[in-house]
T-cell receptor, first 113, second 111 residues
Framework: EAGVVQSPRYKIIEKKQPVAFWCNPI?????LYWYLQNLGQGPELLIR????????DSQLPKDRFSAERLKGVDSTLKIQPAELGDSAVYLC???????????FGEGSRLTVL | KNEVEQSPQNLTAQEGEFITINCSYS?????LHWLQQHPGGGIVSLFM???GKKKHGRLIATINIQEKHSSLHITASHPRDSAVYIC?????????????FGKGTHLIIQP
């Protein structure tokens, strides 16, 4: 099966600019996660989707971050405007429903100048 | 105190050595994951455990639910095993289904 696909792999922007990341989970995986990972740290949950519903977005900074998964398949994470502290790797993961196994994308590395 | 603690934070060993990475957690869990992350790379799931022991090649993962502790072992370590190993737990009892991650163990295997 194809893995979790993320794009872009790398993005460099100036502060106050917008940026968007895209994730296509493994086909049939209803649960999708967006994580933020700072250097030397473990991933931190931003948002979790069950199909098209955001069931946990308590850690998403809603003043500047937004996410959508309109058809319950692929998802987009947006930051507007970006700040210097947003520089990190944004990871997408999906979960095989019956077994709970996790599959991660390669991540999108954001650098805000 | 973090809910998931890993030790050691950093580990350097010689090729061929037996490696042990530990993970302790303080919450009730339904599953524990061991993940591997190479520099600049994505995360790969190695094991998902809810009890007992699992083995895959040179990797062995164990969990003791009563003691809230898990270990990841690497036998006959090789430089390609150099990576960050992350322990993550899924809480039990409903509510948020997100994972809680440890900070990772940075492993370097020298030839």
């Amino acid at each position: 099966e194809a893995g979790v696909v993320q794009s872009p792999r790398y993005k460099i922007i100036e502060k106050k600019q917008p940026v968007a990341f895209w994730c296509n989970p493994i086909s049939g995986h209803n649960t999708l996660y967006w994580y933020l990972q700072n250097l030397g740290q473990g991933p931190e949950l931003l948002i979790r989707y069950e199909n098209e519903e955001a069931v946990d977005d308590s850690q998403l900074p809603k003043d500047r971050f937004s996410a959508e998964r309109l058809k319950g398949v692929d998802s987009t994470l947006k930051i507007q405007p970006a700040e210097l502290g947003d520089s990190a790797v944004y990871l997408c993961a999906s979960r095989r429903d019956h077994t709970g196994e996790l599959f991660f994308g390669e991540g999108s590395r954001l650098t805000v100048l | 105190k973090n809910e998931v603690e890993q030790s050691p934070q950093n580990l350097t060993a010689q090729e061929g050595e037996f490696i042990t990475i530990n993970c302790s957690y303080s919450v009730g869990i339904s599953a524990l994951h061991w993940l591997q992350q190479h520099p600049g790379g994505g995360i790969v799931s190695l094991f998902m455990l809810s009890s007992g022991k699992k083995k895959h090649g040179r990797l062995i993962a164990t969990i003791n639910i009563q003691e809230k502790h898990s270990s990841l072992h690497i036998t006959a370590s090789h430089p390609r095993d150099s990576a960050v190993y992350i322990c993550a737990v899924r809480r039990s009892g409903g509510g948020a289904d997100g994972l809680t991650f440890g900070k990772g163990t940075h492993l370097i295997i020298q030839p």
